[in-house]
């Protein structure tokens, strides 16, 4: 009879741990009554639609692979893998993304100002514990459970388990970023602090084409959206979406200089290496979206999305040559055309961007989850987060009530 006692281990690579024992965690067959399909219930009050199986690029082995192996998130970059994992009877039936870090770079959930507080007292917040997916503030599992187990008994595990991880490492906190809601609840119940921000997604009403959504939006924010379009490629300008077989090296190497040159303006130092772009393009093709410009027959800008299984994530963009609205046109507007296209629910557009709600991106609150080990670091931390999450509820209010979408009274 094989034991039902729970134990606990860190990784240091997601390459001790075999795809097939990490994927059947990270993208299970779809349970009912998993936390993430109770998140989808909640949001759309109707159980059928969370019996379908639901893909996440980021948290598959392949993208964790591929950013470990380049040397994107390495301990020399800052980001020491420490994989939490726990076994069942010896099989591994539960995974907690999760890196050791020196830094708060790359991770879209800002805390260096409770580090510059906890420092400037006398405290050491360096390393903390990032259970996230490098440099990607795309929301998903974090918590990764095997299909056909206890979800709840082997959850709150992880959770004990990461609070001990952080004992073991001398780290000063964990951070659980861009979690699913009720895997911020529940570590929540764990003493965990929760903290709300927002995005800005695009919704699929069931539109069958771009015009269709665009009939759905008011009067001034329809044209405008047309009017952009139409001088985004007024220079001779063409786009074209590559996926699979399509994107060859030439068109990564082509990519990745525009990665480079927007990275280097906008964070000193980009992340991601030339190697990550051909490690998921052999691994991962089918699950990339390039949406790539051309003007003259060279290649001027582009944006890369990952697909998921009703989820089209936009990630990086960059541009060598700078034509007016071109980065709304390759990020933004041919995401909805694609979207609508393959039947996608949601267009998740990255990290901030109060300028997306004029294109059809509405506020969507994210969830994060952290653990402080100072008490009094704790108490003031908390405190803080209690007034942050009536801050963002009421921002997110207020940016709703201001979309571009038609009002009963609008104009047909």
């Not at 390495?74 to 893998?81: D, E, F, I, L, M």
């Not at 069942?88 to 991770?107: F, M, T, W």
């Not at 009720?182 to 119940?189: I, N, T, Y």
């Amino acid at each position: 009879m094989a034991s039902s006692e729970i134990t606990l281990e860190a990784v240091p690579s997601v390459s001790d741990i075999k795809a097939a024992d990490w994927d059947a965690c990270a993208n299970p067959i779809a349970d009912p009554n998993s936390l993430e399909n109770l998140d989808t219930l909640a949001a759309t009050g109707s159980r059928s639609d969370t019996c379908r199986p639901v893909y996440n690029p980021f948290v598959s082995h392949a993208f964790f692979s591929a950013a470990e192996a380049s040397g994107s998130a390495s301990a020399r970059t800052g980001w020491g893998p420490r994989h939490l994992l726990a076994r069942l009877g010896g099989d591994i039936v539960g995974i907690v993304p999760c890196y050791l870090k020196s830094h708060s770079q790359g991770e879209y959930v800002f805390d260096r100002g409770w580090a510059d507080a906890y420092e400037r007292a006398g405290g050491r917040y360096y390393p903390k514990l990032q259970a996230s997916v490098p440099f990607t503030p795309a929301t998903g599992p974090r918590l990764l459970i095997r299909d056909g187990v206890d979800r709840e008994r082997i959850g709150s595990a992880l959770a004990s388990g990461l609070m001990a991880l952080c004992d073991a490492t001398n780290a000063s906190s964990v951070h659980v970023t861009f979690a699913r809601e009720a895997e911020a609840k529940l570590l929540g119940q764990h003493g965990f602090l929760l903290r709300n921000d927002q995005q800005f997604h695009w919704h699929n009403a069931g539109y069958g084409t771009f015009d269709d959504f665009l009939t759905s939006l008011n009067s001034r924010h329809r044209k405008a959206i047309k009017r952009e379009r139409r001088e985004a490629t007024a220079a001779g300008i063409t786009i074209h979406h590559l996926t699979g077989a399509d994107i060859t090296e030439d068109a990564w190497d082509a990519f990745f200089a525009f990665y480079m040159e927007t990275g280097s303006r906008k964070w000193g130092r980009p992340y991601l290496t030339r190697k990550f772009f051909s490690l998921i393009g052999e691994s991962m093709s089918r699950d990339v979206l390039l949406v790539m410009a051309k003007r003259n027959g060279h290649w001027i800008a582009g944006a890369i999305n990952f697909i998921g299984s009703d989820t089209l994530f936009g990630r990086n963009w960059g541009a060598i040559e700078h034509h007016p609205f071109l980065h709304f046109e390759v990020c933004y507007y041919q995401a909805i055309d694609f979207a609508i296209q393959r039947g996608l629910r949601i267009v998740e557009a990255g990290a901030q961007g109060e300028h997306k709600l004029a294109r059809g991106y509405l506020p969507q609150t994210t969830y994060s989850a952290h653990f402080i080990a100072d008490p009094d670091l704790r108490r003031a931390i908390a405190d803080y987060l209690k007034r942050e999450r009536a801050y963002v509820a009421e921002v997110g209010r207020e940016l709703a009530e201001a979309g571009p979408f038609r009002k009963a009274a609008d104009e047909a």
